[in-house]
């Protein structure tokens, strides 16, 4: 497994991140951590979580991945990158979520108890939060790192402008910087590629990208006309991803995109993932899986990186991806 530095900072980090939002809901505890050894076997030593996790479950079941994840880490902490995430509702309470400095201090010390760990390599927003200054979150993330249980920090589900921001505060005040960001990006959500990606490009900041497979729907298995399944049916999450994806023009998109995988002799997976991993931008896709067998199609999509014609094809069919949301 190759590993490569997370932006500019001196951390390595493996090619590929395994994702662990399913488990303790679509997967259960055994399930998840056969997934986990799974991924350990095939080289992944970074691991993304969150403390919302599970995806789909709601405040009851929120926390309970970082519980499965810290039982699964008890002996071997330090052979694995770990990133979690804070921002979600943990409570009804009303300061039991969000970016403020009240709640990422709660929050990193739930997330360090569940972890069973006494630091977290990566900490991350989990979204960004209009009712609290940059600057107040910044200061609360710089104190984290200074006390040494926090390594790094980063950002999801921030856009360019909002990136931007954050990383132009850090500088004037001299505190800690951005140093990752996790954003959706597939061959059927490409908007990122216009401005998000160059800016993390020329400010040096790792791209973790969630959803290369745009939630299965790349590996092939969903078709038009047939019920939602998998993902799309995860408890209070299956109306995001159906918004996402499920309409007829994606549906249409996967079946033009077949026969190149089929010419080029991959599975789905493998080119959809080959092709995210492609874009010099992007440090570590973030992978997914409700059984241990299907990350070896995803393990696969490092052997296999994409032919310079194929890319051309695959960018040019899923162009209007790029532009705006073409499923809508």
């Known amino acids: 497994m190759e590993h490569v530095a997370l932006g500019r ?51 009851e079941t929120a926390g309970r991945t970082e519980e499965i994840l ?8 330090h052979d694995f990158i770990v990133a979690t995430k804070c921002f979600g509702a943990m409570s009804r309470r009303r300061w039991d979520r969000g970016n403020s400095r009240k709640h990422i201090l709660d929050a990193v010390e739930g997330s360090l108890r569940r972890l069973g760990t006494d630091y977290i390599d990566l900490y991350q927003l989990h979204g960004p939060d209009p009712e609290t ?14 006390s040494g249980k926090v390594r790094y920090v980063g950002c999801s589900n921030f856009l360019a ?14 505190l800690v910087r951005m140093d990752s960001a996790q954003p959706r990006y597939n061959l059927l959500f490409r908007q990122i590629e216009r401005e998000l990606l160059p ?6 900041v790792g791209v973790i990208p969630y959803n290369p497979l745009a939630g299965g729907m790349l ?7 047939e019920p939602p399944a998998g993902r799309f049916t ?12 499920w309409h007829d023009a994606v549906f249409e998109t996967v079946a033009r995109l077949e026969p190149l995988a089929g010419e080029a002799g991959l599975s789905m997976v493998a080119m959809s993932l080959a092709w995210v991993l492609g874009h010099p931008a992007v440090t570590s896709p973030i992978i997914g899986a409700s059984r241990p067998d299907q990350l070896d199609q995803s393990l696969a999509a490092l052997d296999h990186p994409l032919d310079p014609e194929l890319k051309r094809r695959l960018d040019e ?4 991806y790029r532009m705006g949301d073409a499923a809508r």
């Open 9 to 59: 900072t001196g951390l390595q980090v493996s090619r590929l991140c395994l994702g662990t939002m399913t488990f303790g809901f679509q997967c259960d505890e055994p399930t998840s951590v056969a997934i986990l050894d799974r991924a350990a076997e095939g080289g992944i030593t970074f691991i993304d979580t969150a403390d919302v996790y599970p995806l789909g479950g709601g405040l």
């Open 70 to 77: 810290g039982r699964w880490l008890a002996g071997r902490r």
């Open 133 to 146: 200054p940059i600057d107040e979150t910044l200061g609360a993330l710089d104190d984290l790192v200074r």
């Open 161 to 174: 402008y909002q990136l931007a921001r954050a990383l132009g505060r850090s500088d004037a005040r001299g």
């Open 199 to 204: 800016l993390c490009q020329e400010e040096g």
């Open 219 to 225: 590996s092939g298995k969903h078709r038009g006309g």
């Open 234 to 245: 995860l408890g209070n999450a299956a109306d995001i991803y159906q918004g996402r994806y």
């Open 317 to 320: 069919l899923t162009l209007p």
